[in-house]
């Protein structure tokens, strides 16, 4: 058994790693760069292997970050099986069709910035790709090992990250690979807490947050509710930037148990997304996957998704009437990072007001708006025009989708005895100070992923 490391191996996106097992060849993931504008560039470069050549996919789950080049690989050559959790495909085409339409819409508005001469830009794939790709998935249960191809199995347990998002646990060669995926913090709301695994002789682990620790959940909640009061007070909008799946049902959750407390019927309330609608109802097919206290909120009242001043907006008519609005409304749309999506449209009619207010509650990767409005930015590009930051930027660190390090400590001393680990999925200073903390307590040295590293099981 071999592992080779192509996509977050220095980085938060891109995930990618080629396993080599029991004769097969079988790649974990195939996210998507995000970030920058050179590094979502490197999306479109060719794959450092052969797709045909592979026999299998397995993927953890489904963030764009750990699925969107799966179209382009079906595109160039992949043919096997894609095997994902139940929810995780059932989230999938909604993800990457949402995806694929972004892309079309970005390359149409490059073509009519180009000038004479330049070649037409191509959008990284279309709906037809994810189509086809969608086409090759297989849903699996959690909990149940079970081969996947000969002499190869895999179980799926739940890494409380977002619905259905797995650690994936591997067995060929008489060897035993877990990676964790992006696992979730102990006790967040709606999800169930990261399933400890006991065994293994080699751990893909991330390390997003690996050099900190989140704020307590109980302190978070209350700084979200005295954000919301100060924006009454100053009359103003509030903007969160969320991805479709993960935080913007953390945040509907939060806002049905503080409904009264919060005097949230004042608000009007969009969950902006042209697949929110989708997402709302695979989560609600899919309850059985909640934690207890998740399912005793969701059948009480207000539920979290039938809010009575929610509204979720799917067409883009119904987008752009957001922005006639100047006070009083919060608006949760994507993406997470403000990189693209919906959220821009909104910021560019928003950041100008001091009496706006934008909350960040997830990672904002290196070269993203979202990270340049953390860091203080007075002033942001988007579409090609500039936009002085009057408004106020918040970051809620304890809302995030990831485990902090205490969190990431505490899984990984749930194997007996220790394995080898190697930290994929964070920057180098978080997965420096993980590793540190790794070989103090637990006498491992951590490896650290790099493009193109391969390592034997």
């Known amino acids: 058994m071999r592992i080779e490391f192509h996509g977050a191996a220095g980085e938060v996106t891109g995930s990618m790693h080629l396993l080599h097992a029991g004769g097969r060849r079988i790649l974990l993931d195939c996210g998507m760069l995000q970030g920058s504008r050179e590094a979502e560039a490197r999306n479109a470069d060719p794959f450092p292997f052969e797709p045909s050549s592979l ?38 085409p909604v993800m990457l069709m949402d995806s694929a339409s972004l892309a079309e819409a970005d390359a149409e508005r490059a073509n009519r910035r180009r000038r004479d001469g330049e070649p037409e830009v191509q959008p990284l794939y279309g709906r037809e790709d994810v189509q086809a790709a969608m086409a090759q998935v297989r849903p699996l249960a959690y909990d149940q090992r079970q081969p ?67 704020r307590d959940r109980p302190a978070t909640v209350r700084e979200l509710g005295d954000i919301l009061e100060q924006a009454w007070a100053d009359r103003g909008n509030v903007l969160i930037p969320a991805f479709a799946v993960g935080r913007s049902q953390e945040l509907l959750y939060w806002f049905a148990r503080h409904w009264d407390e919060w005097n949230l019927s004042r608000w009007r309330v969009f969950l902006d997304s ?26 009480g009242s207000p539920n979290p998704f039938r809010l009575p001043n929610l509204h979720i907006t799917e067409s883009t008519a119904e987008s752009m009437a957001i922005n006639q609005i100047t006070n009083g409304a919060i608006i949760i749309a994507g993406s997470g990072m403000a990189n693209g999506g919906r959220i821009q449209h909104h910021l560019a009619h928003n950041l100008d007001r001091q009496r706006t207010h934008v909350v960040f509650v997830g990672y904002q990767a290196e070269g993203t708006l979202g990270r340049r409005l953390v860091d203080g930015a007075r002033w942001v590009r988007i579409h090609g025009r500039d936009h002085r930051v009057n408004a106020r930027c918040h970051t809620i660190g304890g809302l995030s989708a990831h485990a902090d390090q205490a969190g990431l400590l505490a899984w ?46």
């Open 55 to 92: 026999d299998a996919l397995v993927v953890s789950h489904a963030h764009i970050d750990h699925i969107g080049r799966i179209p382009l690989l079906v595109r160039r050559g992949f043919r096997g099986p894609i095997h994902a959790q139940a929810a995780t495909a059932e989230l999938m």
């Open 148 to 214: 996947i191809l000969a002499g190869v199995d895999i179980a799926f347990r739940d890494a409380g990250h977002i619905l259905g998002s797995s650690i994936v646990e591997i067995w060929a060669d008489d060897r035993k690979l877990v990676f964790s995926g992006d696992l979730g913090q102990k006790g967040t709301p709606i999800l169930r807490d990261p399933s400890p695994v006991r065994d293994a002789d080699l751990v893909l682990m991330e390390s997003t947050y690996g050099d900190r620790n989140h």
């Open 412 to 457: 990984y001393g749930g194997f007996e005895p220790s394995p080898p680990v190697v930290l994929v999925h964070g920057e180098d200073r978080a997965r420096e100070a993980l590793a540190g903390e790794i070989g103090e307590r637990f006498g491992v040295t951590a490896e650290l992923a790099r493009p193109g590293m391969q390592l034997d099981v």
């Open 274 to 299: 042209p697949m929110a609608g989708k997402v709302v109802q695979i989560y609600g097919r899919h309850h059985e996957l909640f934690d207890m206290e998740a399912q005793e909120v969701w059948r």
